[in-house]
């Protein structure tokens, strides 16, 4: 959409604000609000000057001066705001260059799928994210030297069995495990996952269908599949209409993927296919349906996947759910329908839709860099036709533990993460995609991270050493 259209949607629309909406490197959408009485041609053609140094991992005090440049492709009207807003994508721009700023996550995907055709491999890159979150009615956490606490609540959550309410405990709840699939009353959200759902399409959203998941209190929507840029862009705009319309409700969303102890943690299965030229190339006469090019793609996830878990499992949290017994795809296999496996091969009734389903990554990273890295990891496997070993179709969790000894597995933890990316990043720098620079800034970041968890005394480390 060009300047001027986008001037008169902001006259016909009687828009008062203009949101310019970017992502730092951990992920968090951020914002700059424009009155639209100052928005004229030249800003959405040419962007809006900010200060860079403010945002951790991007530019230092003395060299902070950069560009918000708008989408124009893209226009969403915000449907939580008082006044009409105009909310646009932005991607970011060194001030001085005038080129795309190599940090900017959105940038770094648009390289990723740039560099997808200059490889002649395919055109398109389609990925489909399934993010799942908790929704509780009350969290507290305090971080003190002499004190450290969490406390989170949910009526669903199978431990208020006891609890005495001011209108009586109703009783119906799912236990531990159990969220997945009891109607209402067990179900309390149904009305608030539906209003979810409402609003992901009022900010163009293709939307499919919403759930309960496993866990009590954890829910899931679906979204159709779609490029890798616009479907980033699209997780983004999940994470804030879940935010806004939990907080609507009175009660609290989170990403976070282990948030509770004892039950399932929250994932986001990615679905992914490479098509060329109006052919899915993913579509074969292989194991599972595939071609040889799509089991490349898998060979090429499963090698550089302890580099992949620095983006798609970016939290010190996020490796309390990458442990057995929790649905979690630890073991680096593949496998048609198991679930177990770490990349799924779905069953498709249309050979259009040949895809694998990779199992690892969580939401509460970067979304940009989870799918770029991913992209790369598989084009990788591609070009140098890696083999992704042999395919496990019985259930891994049931495996021996001489079985189970031989199949690598996902990191065990952030640190393990960013030392492999350090040392596995080829794949990524491959087309300036990612750069050693961004890279580099990025493993500085997350460290600060660890460092603060690493350093911090536990309340099971008093439980388990105070009296030794």
Known sequence: MSANKVLKLIKDKNVEFLDLRFTDPKGKLQHLTMDTSVVDEDMLNEGVFFDGSSIAGWKAINESDMILKPDLSKQIIDPFTSHTTLNLFCDIFDAVKKTPYERDPRGIAKKAEAYLKKTGIGDKAFFGPEPEFFVFDD?????????????????????????????????????????YFPVPPVD?????????????????????????????????LGMYFGTLTDQADNVQLYKYVVHMVTNSFGKTA????????????????????????NKAIFSGDKYAGLSDTALHYIGGILKHAKAINAFSNATTNSYKRLIPGFEAPVLLAYSARNRSASCRIPITLNKNGARCEIR?????????????????????????????????????????????????????????????????RKFLTQGDVFTDDQIDAYIALKFEEIYNLEHTPHPMEFEMYYSC
């Open 254 to 277: 989170t990403f976070m993927p282990k948030p509770i102890k004892g039950d399932n943690g929250s994932g986001m299965h990615v679905h992914q296919s490479i098509w060329k030229a």
């Open 139 to 179: 969290v507290r956490y305090k971080n003190e030297m002499n004190e450290t606490s969490f406390m989170i609540d949910s009526k669903e959550g199978p431990y208020n069995t006891g609890k005495i309410y001011e209108n009586g405990n109703m009783g119906h709840r799912p236990p531990v495990k159990g969220g």
């Open 360 to 424: 690892f990554p969580d939401a509460a990273g970067n979304p940009y860099l989870t799918f770029a890295s991913m992209l790369m990891a598989g084009l990788d496997g591609i070009k140098n036709k890696i083999n992704p070993g042999k395919s496990f179709d019985k259930d891994l969790y049931s495996l021996s533990e001489d079985e189970v000894k031989n199949i690598p597995t996902v990191c065990g933890s952030l640190r393990e993460a960013m030392e492999n990316l350090d040392k596995d």
């Open 188 to 220: 309390s959200e149904q009305d608030m996952r539906s209003e979810y759902l409402k609003s992901l399409k009022e900010v163009g959203v293709k939307v499919e269908k919403h759930h309960h998941e496993v866990a009590p209190s954890q829910h899931e």
